[in-house]
């Protein structure tokens, strides 16, 4: 789905080769759907996809054949030596690099100046708290994904009450999930609000 929270990072995989810079980063909180666009990117083009956890020499050869590579989940326990090497490895052979981070590359406090200088270098999309809209689709999907049908009436009562992001929308509903499932009973408002209150501390 998307909506105004995610629609620049949406656009940008979609506008591929035609970016300004050859650096993506799509940054965001937990199930903000970074890996969900990355897999859109991955059926339409050449791509090969790396866990930034496990970046290592081999990987980086790896990559020649590719136009395209995905450094996902970038966080501060990197080699950042490596990292380094990998964006000269874009810059010489003219490749493109989407990486995904919970924060933009920009704010990650890298001890390698070069490599801090470079990451200046990335276009920044970031994947913002969810609107109403988003809410009700993600609710939705989450609900269905459990098998779970409800009155839209109560999904707009939870939009109303709960917290603006990704992750407390995830909790949430495995919480209402897992309430109903020990009660025995359909989700109705009461297992809502106790799940609410839950959710809340």
């Known amino acids: 789905y998307v909506g105004k929270s995610n629609f620049y990072a949406f656009e940008m995989i979609n506008k591929w080769p035609k970016w300004e810079k050859n650096f993506l980063n799509i940054n965001g909180e937990k199930f903000s759907g970074k890996s969900h666009l990355v897999n859109i990117f991955l059926k339409k083009f050449n791509v090969i996809r790396i866990d930034a956890d496990s970046l290592n020499d081999e990987n980086l050869k790896s990559v020649k054949p590719?136009?395209?590579?995905?450094?996902?989940?970038?966080?501060?326990?990197?080699?950042?030596?490596?990292?380094?090497s990998l964006f000269n490895i874009?810059?010489?052979?003219?490749?493109?690099?989407?990486?995904?981070?919970?924060?933009?590359?920009?704010?990650i406090d890298f001890k390698l100046n070069d490599l801090k200088s470079r990451t200046k270098n990335c276009l920044l999309a970031k994947i913002e708290n969810p609107d109403d809209e988003l809410m009700f689709a993600l609710i939705?999907?989450?609900?269905?994904?459990?098998?779970?049908?409800?009155?839209?009436?109560?999904?707009?009562?939870?939009i109303k009450r709960i917290e603006r992001s990704y992750s407390k929308i995830f909790e949430?509903?495995?919480?209402?999930?897992?309430?109903?499932?020990?009660?025995?009973?359909?989700?109705?408002f009461k297992i809502i609000n106790e799940a609410l209150e839950d959710n809340s501390e």
């Open 90 to 107: 874009i810059d010489q052979d003219n490749k493109f690099l989407i990486i995904t981070s919970l924060k933009p590359i920009s704010e």
């Open 140 to 158: 939705l999907k989450n609900l269905s994904d459990r098998q779970i049908i409800i009155d839209i009436k109560l999904i707009d009562f939870i």
């Open 172 to 188: 949430f509903i495995y919480k209402i999930d897992m309430i109903s499932l020990k009660k025995k009973k359909s989700i109705d």
């Open 66 to 84: 590719y136009q395209n590579i995905v450094l996902e989940n970038l966080n501060l326990d990197i080699n950042e030596k490596l990292i380094y």
